[in-house]
């Protein structure tokens, strides 16, 4: 029988048309956009119907991050204010039209990093920030005002980049030293969803409808029910996956393969699109894949689609 745990949550509540050359490798019947960073080309996307790729955001260096809302209306992205404060300027805007939907500055809790940024809730009400070094996971309203701050969990503070990541409903899961532990609003308690008994282990996704959760562990991808149970590993190879991100309809799962480090505190890695089906798929840069992993290769390009610097979406 399944031992659920519970935790105090320290959470302050503040007052209420193709190009010419080779055709895409990916299938038509794949739905949505594929968002990423490369290089100093800026985010990029990829339509996965027709394999056109494009500039999404042009490449700016104050940005810290950038998110989109799930119904693809909303693009919120983070940037450096001031080289004299430690200032974020977030800003939502509309993916039709480029309209500002709202502005505002955002000055870090207890002061510190500089380099925030935060991922839309479901019903683009709040927005997340990760904890730094200074303060916890941080809830703010998408008018800038500040909901809550989850300041430790058992008394214990998170570690810097410690995950937080929304479910439908608004509900949320973070990690927390070995453990994936779910909030429901009002954020008061949590419930252990898994321990992780692995030296290395992060990236972690949900599917638009709560019920999976895939991650990478000792360098592979995973993927397991929301409550934690049919924990499986789905992808193989001689290197590593990382930054697994369900598709649209929870179909299919887009990973970085063939992670490889090219600075201290950078890397690159290939896209690749597996089923998101349970099953365990080959996807090795050299040796023969398995039946059912797709190269993401846009049209125009020879070669598997590369990103680098931040995450990926799939939207």
């Known amino acids: 029988m399944k031992t659920l745990a519970f935790f105090f949550i320290a959470f302050l509540l503040v007052g209420c048309s193709k190009e010419d050359g080779p055709e895409s490798s990916i299938p038509s019947n794949l739905k949505g956009t594929l968002f990423f960073d490369w290089a100093d080309e800026g985010t990029l996307s990829i339509d996965a119907t027709t394999g056109v790729k494009a500039t999404f955001l042009p490449i700016n260096s104050k940005r810290n991050g950038w998110d989109i809302s799930r119904d693809k209306e909303w693009i919120l992205t983070a940037s450096k204010t001031s080289i004299w404060n430690d200032d974020i300027t977030f800003v939502i805007s509309k993916m039709s039209n480029g309209e500002i939907v709202n502005q505002f500055d955002y000055t870090p809790l207890n002061g510190g990093s500089g380099f925030h940024s935060g991922i839309l809730s479901p019903d683009k009400t709040l927005i997340a920030i990760a904890p730094t070094f200074e303060a916890g996971w941080v809830l703010l309203k998408t008018d800038g005002s500040l909901l809550g701050h989850i300041d430790a969990i058992n008394g214990e503070k998170p570690a810097r980049g410690s995950a937080i990541i929304w479910l439908p409903g608004n509900s949320l899961l973070l990690t927390h ?46 993927m397991m029910d929301i409550d934690g149970n049919n924990f499986v590993q789905v992808t193989e190879s001689n290197d590593r996956e990382v930054l697994p991100e369900f598709s649209p309809d929870g179909n299919y799962l887009l990973v970085g393969t063939d992670y490889t480090p090219s600075g201290t505190f950078s890397a690159i890695w290939r896209l690749k699109i597996i089923p998101a089906d349970g099953n365990t798929y080959n996807v090795d840069p050299i040796h023969q894949n398995s039946p059912g992993v797709i190269p993401v290769i846009a049209n125009g390009d020879e070669t598997i689609q590369a990103a680098s610097n931040r995450g990926m979406l799939w939207r």
């Open 177 to 222: 030293k070995s453990s994936i532990i779910r909030l429901d609003p009002p954020y008061s308690s949590g419930k252990l969803i898994k321990e992780m008994n692995y030296e290395d282990w992060g990236d972690l996704t949900v599917n638009a409808s709560g019920t999976k959760i895939a991650l990478a562990a000792n360098k592979h991808i995973y």
